[in-house]
């Protein structure tokens, strides 16, 4: 759904810091070839190199203090990074760099067609480091206009490639030039790849070949992922959510992952708060996250319920979020909580609003408060 306009009055003051690491190709020693973004030619590049520990906000989604709902497409990631692709050879990174430069510099048509054929070539010859630099290169040029149709079957016939590397940049390449219907079931079979380095990439694949619907013939390797014995590779499953509508039984499964110790808060965090549909069950947990005392989880939680929620669960999120705003202590949570009474409040909820609207401590309370009446009444 929609968010209703609620001012960014409401969040002066509060930052949450949304941390995420690129998904990437990462070597089996730490290395990584990351990228973001999905869809085809209105995707922006795919990065070759970054480094998950970078901080930004999760692909498709806004700052806290914004206004823009979560939920949404996937959005794309930087055109660098500050990573090291260590599986790839230096001249193989040197090759990728130069033609991808050119594809998205060079002002001249001429010089970026030769470019995007050296690519087309490289892909032709059957060369594995020239194979793997021409993955790369398309992997990095999302966000140019060129005809994908060309390179399509090219990229699809690496999914089946016996070098792990080509398989691995392949999927990255398909994100930015698409795939043949018939070609998905070999993105599905990847999940169960060998390498965790191939692994780790299928889930972005899955999604854009899904267009963003992690159900039907996606929900078992997705599930899979989400489970694998590498914790990277569960990381990218997850990265690879935002936005997504998934499945009743992937909802489930990361509920159940969101109550285990280790992986709890990363569920949370980049699974359950960035579905673009929440179902009872994960709106149930989210709900639950908003009471934890850790404010970057509480704040996360609230944050992801701003959008998706069924319409049977409004009324519940709203009358949750307003106990909390009342007795919540920090301003920056309260404000985080009275938000989601503007979105799903209705006249029953202005009494006490208008309580809070008399807050004039520092954080916004009272002006968010006051902001949140105005959005109830003017429905």
């Not at 039907?216 to 599930?223: D, L, N």
Request: with cysteine; net charge negative; hydrophobic share 40%.
């Amino acid at each position: 759904m929609h968010v209703r306009s609620v001012s960014l009055l409401c969040f002066l003051g509060s930052a949450a810091v949304l941390g995420v690491g690129y998904l990437s190709l990462r070597s089996e020693d730490g290395g990584s070839a990351g990228r973001e973004g999905v869809g085809r030619s209105h995707d922006p590049h795919v990065t070759i190199a970054t480094d998950e520990r970078d901080v930004a906000s999760p692909p498709g989604q806004p700052d806290v203090a914004s206004d823009q709902a979560p939920g949404g497409a996937v959005s794309t990631g930087p055109s660098g990074g500050t990573g090291a692709v260590r599986d790839y050879a230096d001249d193989v990174k040197s090759m990728a760099m130069a033609w991808s430069s050119v594809v998205l510099e060079s002002g001249d048509y001429g010089s970026k067609e030769a470019a995007l054929q050296e690519i087309l070539n490289a892909l032709r010859s059957g060369g594995r480091d020239r194979v793997q630099a021409a993955l790369l290169a398309l992997c990095r040029i999302g966000s140019a206009e060129f005809d994908r149709d060309r390179f399509r079957s090219l990229v699809s016939d690496q999914l089946e490639s016996s070098d792990s590397l080509a398989r691995a940049a392949a999927l990255g390449a398909i994100v930015v030039v698409g795939m043949e219907q018939d070609r998905i079931p070999r993105v599905v079979a990847l999940a169960g790849d060998e390498s965790s380095v191939v692994r780790r990439a299928v889930p972005l694949a899955l999604r854009s070949c899904s267009g963003g619907r992690l159900d039907g013939e996606m929900e078992a390797p997705f599930i899979l992922l989400l489970g694998d014995s590498e914790r990277s590779v569960r990381s990218s499953a997850l990265r690879a959510l935002s936005g997504s509508v998934v499945s009743d039984a992937i909802a489930d499964e990361l509920v159940v992952q969101s109550t285990r110790s280790d992986p709890k808060h990363e569920v949370l965090y980049f699974g359950l708060s960035t579905l673009r549909e929440k179902p009872a069950t994960v709106t149930d947990a989210l709900l639950k996250a908003m009471t934890e005392p850790d404010s970057t989880v509480s704040s996360r939680a609230a944050w992801g319920l701003l959008t998706g929620v069924s319409p049977a669960d409004q009324r519940r999120v709203a009358d949750a979020a307003l106990e909390l705003a009342e007795s919540t202590r920090a301003s920056q949570l309260r404000a985080h909580y009275i938000r989601l009474v503007g979105v799903y409040g209705d006249i029953a909820h202005v009494g006490r609003l208008r309580v809070l609207s008399q807050d004039v401590s520092s954080g916004g309370v009272g002006l968010c408060a006051g902001e949140a009446i105005r959005s109830i009444e003017s429905r």
